[in-house]
């Protein structure tokens, strides 16, 4: 898994067993992070706080 912590400031896709805002993938940067929860703002300017439960997979976003 990701260490979400060390990826604050960058940005991730995240793949979740579950939609949130009515997508099961999510883009975007780390703000913050904690045992339950990992928060990001999308492409959009959301901010979504996402369970870490809910999370199937992560990757950081490699930008060009």
């Known amino acids: 898994g990701i260490d979400f912590e060390r990826v604050i400031g960058r940005r991730i896709k995240i793949y979740l067993t579950s939609a ?4 099961q993938e999510q883009v975007g940067k780390v703000l913050n992070a904690s045992e339950e929860a990992v928060v990001i703002e999308t492409d959009r300017g959301e901010k979504l706080k996402i369970p870490l439960a809910k999370i199937a997979k992560a990757v950081q976003e490699i930008e060009i």
């Open 20 to 23: 949130v805002n009515g997508r």
